[in-house]
């Protein structure tokens, strides 16, 4: 019986998912490795979709893999900025699929379509970070009181970084009963 070394079997996942993705590329996502010398350091890009909040915009994303990939996830790091109950403030990913629920039978376009679609709706009980509270606030909000189309717009708009004091200021305006 001849056993393959993890790397080679990890770089042949890899070169695989690499030729579908250029033989089918999805819309929205793009993928593929940073250099020909290193097949475990990709860069991914998500493009928001349209009729969303994040329409048009463009997220960077830093994929780092293991020798031992498919059978351990990759480290997800966002080079955008972005202000996300799922994201750290080092752009870090933290959903379970990327930790404890991972499974071989993620590919990095399965994996790509899954963050994007946390971009539009957050996997708030996967949040470990501060913006989760803010997010169940500002959510628990929407759903219980009549707010603007305005102010619905700007509560979901989360990777905009640029909105951040808006939903500092909206957040400490509702908390204290000041509309």
């Known amino acids: 019986m001849v056993t393959k070394d993890p790397e080679i079997c990890a770089r042949t996942r890899l070169e695989l998912e690499l030729r579908e993705y250029l033989s089918n590329p999805p819309t929205n ?36 893999f293991p020798v031992d990939y498919p059978f351990n996830p990759p480290k997800v790091q966002f080079q955008t900025q972005v202000f996300h109950p799922n994201i750290d403030v080092n752009g870090r990913v933290g959903i379970r699929i990327l930790g404890d629920q991972w499974s071989a039978a993620l590919s990095v376009e399965k994996l790509l379509l899954s963050i994007s679609s946390i971009l539009l709706d957050p996997i708030v009980l996967d949040g470990h970070y501060p913006v989760s509270d803010l997010y169940w606030y500002e ?41």
């Open 139 to 179: 959510r628990n909000y929407c759903s219980s009181k009549k707010t603007t189309r305005l102010e619905k717009q700007l509560l979901r708009c989360w990777s905009r970084i640029k909105l951040l004091p808006m939903i500092r200021n909206q957040s400490d305006r509702f908390k204290s009963g000041r509309r």
């Open 29 to 64: 996502i793009s993928f593929g490795p940073v250099s020909d010398e290193d097949m475990f350091h990709w860069q991914g890009i998500i493009i928001g979709p349209v009729d969303t909040a994040i329409e048009g915009g463009l997220f960077h994303l830093s994929i780092r």
